[in-house]
């Protein structure tokens, strides 16, 4: 009778732990609904990447996170997401590292023209401690940065003449990404540079309220500039990371459960959208062409002279980040592979 109840007591102090247990796991990840936003539309390289990173989460989660991806700049410009989730109204977003720069001056490094050299070269930086370090600097204003996905080289198009030689610039109203390096930079090369939301950019275009802009191939065939620009420029002046963020205020109340459940689906929509934007940028260039465009390449003796012009706008980049980490970046960029 004794050796009987120790045993059932045994077994209702086991059973009560289960149940315990399985109450925290399940309180570890509950019902709830991310709204993630960007910029480019469901065909691009962005949007095939977003709807992965919901699948991604719904798949670790049993379904119980939803993330719910807002094309086209539906739920606002980059700027104006970034403030929806420094102020908790948004959860997620993607969107470029350059429109950050008025939150985390740091984020300006990435846009040093011709900074990077290849896409190995800016994976080795943007993954490294670097690239976390300046993700970091989001964190005192309101944002968590995950992982940085590729919007790639960006080239010229416009609707005045090819771009061959730095003088071809010359009178040309170029929208540019909203950030001070962006506009010295063009200034420089002496485009009239006009800082315009991604959000406005196609319809600027069509009413000529610019002349041209700089984009990836990937996002000059998927936001169809083709119908709107005449001549595309290659002159890769820059490369281009998006940044994947999260609202701190926001994060911050998830379960570590969760946050690890929303990182690793990062870092697997990161893998495959390089994958896929590089695979894309490789066919890209044939397909605007077939949709009318006029493409030069831009002499590597004229990207010399765009380089040595360009050298005031690093200036400014080193000003706005520091020396410090300008210098670290450069070491950095020195161990990467080719
Ligand atoms: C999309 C933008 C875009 C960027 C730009 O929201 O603004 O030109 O290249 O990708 O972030």
């Not at 095939?48 to 798949?59: F, G, N, P, Q």
């Not at 720069?101 to 990435?110: D, K, Q, R, T």
């Not at 044939?286 to 690093?314: L, W, Y």
């Amino acid at each position: 009778m004794k050796r009987l109840f120790i045993t059932a007591l045994a077994v209702t102090t086991l059973g009560s732990s289960i149940a315990a247990f399985s109450v925290q796991a399940a309180d570890d990840v509950r019902s709830r609904m991310i709204r993630f936003g960007y910029g480019l539309n469901e065909d691009s390289n962005q949007g095939r990447a977003a709807k992965l990173l919901a699948e991604e989460i719904a798949k670790a989660s049993d379904g119980k996170l939803k993330m719910r991806t807002f094309a086209s700049a539906s739920l606002g410009s980059d700027d104006q997401m970034q403030n929806a989730l420094m102020g908790g109204a948004q959860e997620m977003m993607v969107g470029s590292t350059a429109t950050l720069v008025g939150i985390a001056e740091e984020m300006a490094v990435w846009d040093t023209p011709f900074l990077f050299e290849s896409e190995k070269q800016a994976d080795h930086v943007l993954d490294g401690p670097i690239g976390q370090k300046v993700m970091d600097a989001l964190q005192e204003k309101g944002l968590v940065g995950l992982v940085y996905w590729e919007n790639g080289f960006r080239n010229l198009t416009n609707n005045v003449r090819p771009v061959e030689k730095m003088e071809d610039f010359n009178g040309i109203k170029l929208r540019v990404m909203p950030n001070p390096v962006f506009i010295d930079t063009f200034k420089q090369m002496g485009a009239n540079a006009v800082p315009l939301p991604f959000s406005e950019l196609f319809t600027a275009l069509e009413t000529k309220a610019v002349d041209g802009q700089e984009n990836p191939y990937n996002t000059i065939l998927s936001s169809k500039f083709y119908e709107v620009q005449k001549y595309l420029s290659v002159t890769n002046h820059v490369y281009s990371p998006w940044i994947v963020t999260a609202s701190k205020r926001w994060w911050d109340g998830l379960s570590a459960t969760e946050q690890g459940i929303i990182m690793d689906a990062a870092k697997k929509s990161r893998d495959s959208e390089r994958e896929d934007t590089r695979a894309e940028a490789r066919e890209a260039l044939a397909q605007i062409e077939k949709h009318g465009m006029a493409i030069n390449k831009v002499s590597p003796e004229e990207v010399q002279r765009m380089r040595e012009q360009a050298k005031p706008a690093i200036q400014t980049v080193i000003d706005t980040v520091g020396e410090p980490l300008f210098n670290e970046v450069q070491a950095e960029i020195a161990k990467a592979p080719k």
